[in-house]
């Protein structure tokens, strides 16, 4: 396993990872792709993503602020596979991070995968939260997302194979959590169906991921202090494995939306009927005024991965 680490500078000369030839294959008729990248890998999904196609032998481009968290989960997947591994530290909370990022990956002719997983929570009212975090979402969430995307799709078109997953959430469905969250998750959603039914007939398939709850270390951030402790019963936490599995299946057989779970499958629909969708509401609602109306202090910037 070759181990790359590049912290990102204009105009450095990142590594380049060896081209994985599919043969007459088409990335669709494998089981996974043959190369990733994975942003927000450090922990929860997206070191999930990571372990499960280093396991099935892509190599991976792995993007998070935490670079020694990166180097640790290569140290294991060395263990384990011949998988190569580039680590890029980037913050896409900034924009200058996203373009470096943009720029890295802009034509690669081997990326057949690009999950943007990158993202934070919030709780509060939205006039209680500083405009910065609300911009700092819109930023992670959807800037991020479409920035690197616009960079590796030409390339997937050229070669008529890839496939793009984004990571949304159950509330894009359900609007009555955090205005920011539930807006940016429902744009990735609109994003992704449009973009799938754009590319129809190039072999490139795009997925929209909504899981709901899982165990990871997105809920230790101290703007969810309230929804850590929250009561909330043990079967609506997934784990980041469930989720990833669910997502990689979903795509080989071309669904665009992915809900892993039965019970976010029920919620959704409770969640968009007119008859049960009031009762819902209500529920969600009472669950919030229970919590902080306010988020955490204002010098704590977000950790996106």
């Not at 011949?82 to 990326?111: F, K």
């Not at 359900?174 to 920011?180: F, K, T």
């Amino acid at each position: 396993m070759l181990i790359f680490i590049t912290k990102i500078s204009p105009g450095s000369g990142s590594p380049w990872l060896s081209y994985v030839d599919c043969g007459s294959k088409t990335l669709m008729s494998e089981r996974t792709p043959r190369t990733a990248l994975i942003t927000g890998a450090s922990s929860g999904i997206g070191e999930s993503f990571a372990r499960q196609l280093a396991a099935d032998g892509c190599h991976l481009i792995l993007v998070a602020r935490r670079i020694e968290r990166l180097e640790a989960i290569a140290a294991d997947l060395q263990d384990g596979g011949s998988s190569r591994v580039e680590m890029i530290q980037a913050d896409l909370s900034e924009e200058t991070d996203i373009q470096r990022v943009a720029n890295r990956i802009a034509g690669l002719e081997t990326l057949d995968l690009l999950v943007n997983n990158a993202g934070f929570g919030m709780s509060g009212y939205f006039s209680k939260i500083e405009l910065e975090k609300h911009l700092y979402m819109n930023r992670v969430h959807i800037e991020a997302a479409l920035s690197l995307t616009h960079a590796v799709l030409p390339g997937m078109i050229a070669r008529r194979r890839g496939g793009i997953i984004n990571v949304s959430s159950v509330a894009a469905y359900i609007p009555w959590g955090n205005v920011s969250y539930n807006a940016t998750k429902a744009y990735l959603v609109a994003f992704s169906e449009a973009l799938n039914a754009e590319s129809r007939g190039m072999n490139i398939r795009v997925q929209a991921l909504c899981p709901g709850f899982t165990y990871s270390e997105f809920h230790n951030s101290p703007d969810l202090t309230g929804i850590r402790k929250s009561p909330l019963p043990k079967i609506f936490w997934l784990e980041s494995d469930f989720v990833v599995s669910e997502s990689l299946k979903s795509l080989a057989q071309g669904k665009v939306i992915c809900i892993p779970g039965m019970q976010y499958r029920l919620v959704v629909a409770l969640g968009r009927s007119p008859i049960t969708s009031p009762l819902l509401r209500s529920i969600i609602l009472r669950i919030r005024q229970r919590r902080p109306r306010t988020a955490t202090s204002s010098n704590h910037k977000p950790d996106t991965g």
